[in-house]
């Protein structure tokens, strides 16, 4: 099942923030973000894992409600080097042997001067 | 640059056809990760290596297949290609059996005439 991002597209002047959502319907294991910069390849930014470790990227941060089996991206004070397409990718519990992340269809951040 | 290397960057090709995509991992990783990305539409997984093995396999088609060589670079073989196959194809690599934090490759795009 995908996750639904939300909003799916959101533009912010410099220094603004932004928060991007993720939800499944889903027993979740772990969150993924990435961000992908048009013609470019994504990147990693966040894991989140259920029990609460996370591993991130500065100025970025992030949550993840295990219980609503939802995850939200905080972009704070926002620069243009932030715009690009933000894709949370999550992996369902108890699919041992079959781990795989299944990415929502993004949420484009566009940030203007 | 990721580390993680694809080959070709474009591939123009016709219906019914068969193509090989190759993907050479970061070093010291054993997971790759290939994905299927068309005009505006998200990342969707296809199939992971590691180590050789294959380890979870997402909405690949019969008639793609992939598998992982003892130097540890990944190919994937789509044949009998149709024009929905027209996409921007991913691999990734990871260190981890599990799909964390994942190094995206610059992509194939292929296109089907």
């Known amino acids: 099942q995908q996750p639904v991002q939300s909003p799916q597209a959101v533009i912010l002047r410099e220094g603004e923030d932004a928060v991007i959502n993720c939800s499944s319907s889903?027993?979740?294991?772990?969150v993924h973000w990435y961000r992908q910069k048009h013609g470019e390849a994504p990147v990693f930014l966040m894991i989140?894992?259920?029990?609460?470790e996370q591993k991130g990227h500065d100025k970025i941060s992030a949550s993840f409600n295990e219980k609503k089996q939802q995850s939200s991206l905080y972009l704070t004070a926002s620069q243009l080097s932030y715009s690009g397409t933000y894709f949370c990718?999550?992996?369902?519990?108890?699919?041992?042997?079959?781990?795989?992340?299944?990415f929502g269809t993004g949420t484009r951040l566009t940030i203007i001067p | 640059d990721s580390g993680v290397t694809q080959t070709p960057k474009h591939l123009i090709t016709a219906t019914g056809q068969r193509v090989t995509l190759r993907c050479s991992p970061r070093?010291?990783?054993?997971?790759v990760y290939w994905y299927q990305q068309s005009l505006d539409q998200g990342l969707q997984f296809l199939i992971q290596?590691?180590?050789?093995?294959?380890?979870a396999k997402g909405n690949i088609l019969e008639r793609f297949s992939a598998q992982q060589f003892p130097d540890l670079h990944s190919e994937l073989n789509l044949s009998s290609l149709e024009l929905g196959d027209s996409a921007l194809y991913f691999c990734?690599?990871?260190?981890?059996?599990?799909?964390?934090?994942?190094?995206f490759g610059p992509g194939t795009r292929l296109t089907v005439t």
């Open positions: 990734a690599s990871s260190v981890e059996v599990r799909p964390y934090e994942q190094y």
């Open positions: 889903k027993a979740l294991y772990s």
């Open positions: 989140l894992l259920k029990g609460g």
């Open positions: 990718g999550t992996e369902i519990e108890y699919l041992w042997g079959n781990e795989k992340l299944t």
């Open positions: 070093s010291g990783d054993l997971s």
């Open positions: 290596y590691y180590n050789g093995e294959e380890r």
